[in-house]
């Protein structure tokens, strides 16, 4: 069983910065590689960013130079650091989780609930 927990949602103004976090909290389950979807209104839920334990990551094109992924394994954590935010980063972000890598880049497994970001312009 896996729940993931997100923080650090927010207002913030273009040009500005948000960290999200996310707590895993597994039991009889292996988690080996961690990521962030966005789903803004109306559109489909696209990954944002996905790290592995071995510390294999990748990156949407439109992140690409402002967000940066990383993560603490002994506390089954994960981080977004988001800068030079833009009005089109404005969703809900969530948290997914997977044994493989690969199952988090499908968007399997294990979501958290959500949390908003809203960037004004």
């Known amino acids: 069983q896996v729940q993931l927990v997100e923080s650090g949602g927010g207002l913030v103004q273009a040009g500005g910065s948000l960290r999200l976090s996310c707590v895993a909290s597994?039991?009889?389950?292996?988690?080996?590689?961690m990521g962030w979807y966005r789903q803004a209104p109306g559109k489909q839920r696209d990954l944002v960013a996905a790290?592995?334990?071995?510390?294999?990551?990748t990156y949407a094109d439109f992140v690409k130079g402002r967000f940066t992924i990383s993560g603490d394994n002994g506390k089954n954590t994960v981080y977004l650091q988001m800068n030079s935010l833009k009005p089109e980063d404005t969703a809900v972000y969530y948290c997914?989780?997977?044994?493989?890598?690969?199952?988090?880049?499908?968007?399997?497994?294990?979501w958290g609930q959500g949390t908003q970001v809203t960037v004004s312009s």
């Open positions: 997914n989780a997977g044994p493989t890598f690969f199952d988090v880049l499908r968007g399997g497994n294990y």
């Open positions: 597994v039991k009889g389950l292996s988690i080996n590689a």
């Open positions: 790290l592995s334990t071995h510390g294999t990551t």
